[in-house]
């Protein structure tokens, strides 16, 4: 059972990047998958949370309008395509799986899948 983030990288600010989660040995869509970053010298934060089945979706304050998660049942990916990006943004980005009620989603205690983390610096 595993988790693999992947798709940081080095992008200016107002930039663009998309995060994909690809899960083997599970099926996502049995499970809410959630997006958390920790900046250095922060603690991890939630970011967006997509239901396993109702399209339920959260969004951090500090993402609304920038960020879009979304899920690919067929390819057992969840994606986090975010846009306009920020030096604040800067962080390395986990997902994470859950089977929590919704409305703990933004609990990471909950989580019981962890991707490894993928880097995104952003910075001119």
């Known amino acids: 059972v595993q988790l693999q983030a992947s798709g940081g990288g080095l992008v200016q600010p107002g930039g663009s990047l998309r995060l994909s989660c690809a899960a083997s040995g599970f099926r996502l869509d049995d499970y809410a998958i959630g997006w958390f970053r920790q900046a250095p010298g922060k603690e991890r934060e939630g970011v967006s949370c997509?239901?396993?089945?109702?399209?339920?979706?959260y969004y951090a304050d500090s993402v609304k309008g920038r960020f879009t998660i979304s899920r690919d049942n067929a390819k057992n990916t969840v994606y986090l395509q975010m846009n306009s990006l920020k030096p604040e943004d800067t962080a390395v980005y986990y997902c994470a799986a859950t089977t929590v009620v919704w409305g703990r989603v933004t609990e990471e205690v909950h989580y019981r899948y962890w991707g490894q983390g993928t880097l995104v610096t952003v910075s001119s």
């Open positions: 997509i239901s396993s089945s109702d399209g339920s979706i």
